[in-house]
């Protein structure tokens, strides 16, 4: 038993995916769980098909938060430094028979 431990913990230095069929997620999620925080995201598949991807909860934290608040992302635009005219036209645009 301690080989295998050996050979699983050297297999984890570096981050590795694995695809779970469904059934196999189901049966060994704690160990699912336990590969996801060890070696990152996890793929798994139902009729050979990828249905889902299970990811941890600070990789979750990282995609949901905002890169930049809006007003960040605003100044950083290449427009910003030129001086668009964006005044709406008092035009009512042209007459159409209905």
Do not use: C
């Amino acid at each position: 038993m301690s080989k295998i431990k050996k050979k699983r913990s050297s297999v984890r230095k570096g981050r590795r995916h694995r695809t779970w069929q469904l059934q196999e997620a189901k049966a060994k999620f704690s160990e699912l769980v336990t590969e996801v925080m060890e070696d990152g995201y996890q793929t798994i598949t139902k009729n050979g098909r990828p249905v889902a991807v299970l990811i941890s909860h600070d990789e979750f934290e990282q995609i949901k938060k905002p890169k930049k608040n809006l007003g960040d992302f605003l100044l950083d635009s290449p427009l910003f430094e030129y001086d668009l005219d964006i005044k709406r036209t008092k035009d009512f645009g042209r007459d159409i028979d209905l």
